[in-house]
């Protein structure tokens, strides 16, 4: 069963290289898609992917929608103007602009609130958080999307979790800026700002910001025998700007790094060979991943384990899409370890693996387990590295080995579908992932 003797496992909980990178990366002042930091970022890996034994390390560039901040705000004229970037922040793909009027608020933004609610020509209010008798989790952009759909002329999109934290995240529209201006506050505003709506309010949105054509970029590198075949573990090194992106995803590919260290070391063990990548502009779009599913022969992906909101715990979550042999691979290292790992069969298309998964590649995405609702910290300013702990590193490390050990010999290969299944699974969970 899993392959990691334990002197494998010995070293993941004596060295420090996984935790060091993720030093390295939150030091960076901005991991924003296409900013400089984002590039400092991309070197970070490559040059730690070197150091622990892969081959044939490279960092590809592709063009992406760049985005650069400037000011934004929320005038209620009676009632206050809320400029501050820790009330007010705008979400990356929005386009500049200023609009005025009524503000309404449509709760947690379901699908059934928005039909509801009257918001043409109005700036539409949305929570960051899902009801719990929803029956699937809604992401921003869907939120976003439908205020677009009935009309709204602005966005606004308030954090459920408290600490005065306005929310990020991208909003764009392919490769253009998104329809209507944008911006995220915090919990504490939102409050005051649903209170106002209650008695009818006229607001004023302003979004400064910069929308051009820029360059992202890939790095990746490979272990283990010279196959065509091979396993994809994945993450991405960018970040939003208002913070480290501690969790999000600096932890991700620092475990990247880590498991490329502890393959290594079983690596003539394996029957496949092992890529790691970590993808540039993953929070303004997927960039990084879409460009390398569309330029690679996507029939020699086994199967891909994407790392993502992870480290905040060390609970082991995965997310298996429905396909049985991968929920197979991580229920055996959780019988192996004696370590509970929570399996999803799900689909969940937000994040790098979902290019790939979209066309009937397995794939998973790995996360913590956490009791936080919804994201968290993430997209906020207190995304930052004393919310995690490096041992909580080294017993995810140690499981994500093991399953991508496995995987990468015959004991369980995933099958490819066809996009058609995949499109299917989706919305027999009431998504639409056109």
């Not at 449509?106 to 929570?127: C, K, L």
């Not at 915090?186 to 005051?192: A, K, P, T």
């Not at 290594?264 to 929070?283: K, W």
């Amino acid at each position: 069963m899993a392959r990691l003797d334990t002197r494998v496992v010995g070293d993941a909980y004596r060295n420090g290289i996984a935790w060091e990178t993720l030093v390295s990366l939150v030091d960076i002042e901005n991991r924003m898609a296409a900013h400089e930091g984002e590039d400092k970022g991309a070197q970070t890996i490559a040059s730690t992917l070197e150091e622990v034994g892969v081959s044939d390390v490279s960092v590809e560039e592709f063009e992406v929608p760049g985005w650069w901040r400037g000011s934004s705000s929320l005038d209620l004229t009676e009632q206050g103007r809320y400029g501050h970037q820790h009330q007010s922040i705008a979400l990356p793909g929005t386009p500049a602009g200023e609009e005025t009027a009524e503000l309404v608020d449509v709760g947690h933004g379901t699908p059934d609130e928005f039909e509801e609610a009257d918001i043409e020509g109005a700036i539409a209010m949305a929570s960051s958080k899902t009801p719990k008798d929803h029956d699937r989790w809604i992401h921003r952009k869907e939120k976003y999307e439908a205020a677009v759909e009935g009309g709204a002329v602005g966005f606004v999109f308030r954090n459920h979790v408290e600490g005065c934290l306005p929310p990020t995240g991208g909003i764009h529209e392919g490769d253009s800026p998104g329809a209507i201006p944008a911006v995220g506050v915090s919990r504490e505003l939102g409050h005051r700002l649903v209170r106002h709506c209650e008695d009818g309010v006229e607001a004023t949105l302003s979004v400064d910001c910069r929308n051009e054509t820029a360059t992202s970029q890939n790095v990746s590198g490979v272990i283990g025998p010279d196959t065509d075949e091979r396993i994809l573990v994945t993450a991405h090194h960018d970040a939003h700007d208002i913070a480290e992106g501690a969790e999000d995803n600096g932890a991700g590919s620092a475990l990247v790094c880590e498991l490329a260290r502890l393959l290594s070391q079983v690596s003539e063990e394996l029957s496949i060979a092992v890529e790691f990548a970590t993808f540039g502009a993953e929070e303004t779009g997927l960039r990084g991943s879409s460009h390398m599913a569309a330029t690679r022969d996507l029939d020699e992906i086994r199967a891909v384990v994407n790392l993502d909101a992870i480290g905040g715990s060390r609970s082991l979550g995965v997310a298996t899409h429905g396909f049985d042999e991968l929920t197979a691979t991580f229920e055996a290292v959780s019988e192996e370890f004696e370590t509970p790992i929570e399996v999803d069969e799900d689909i969940k298309p937000h994040s790098d693996h979902w290019p790939f998964v979209q066309k009937g590649v397995p794939g998973i995405m790995a996360y913590s387990v956490s009791e936080s609702d919804g994201r968290g910290w993430g997209h906020t300013h207190a995304d930052t590295l004393d919310k995690l702990d490096k041992r909580d590193f080294r017993d995810l490390a140690v499981l994500l080995s093991a399953g991508v050990a496995e995987l990468a010999t015959e004991e369980f290969v995933p099958e490819h579908v066809d996009a058609e299944t995949i499109e299917r699974r989706a919305e027999e969970q009431g998504l639409d992932i056109d």
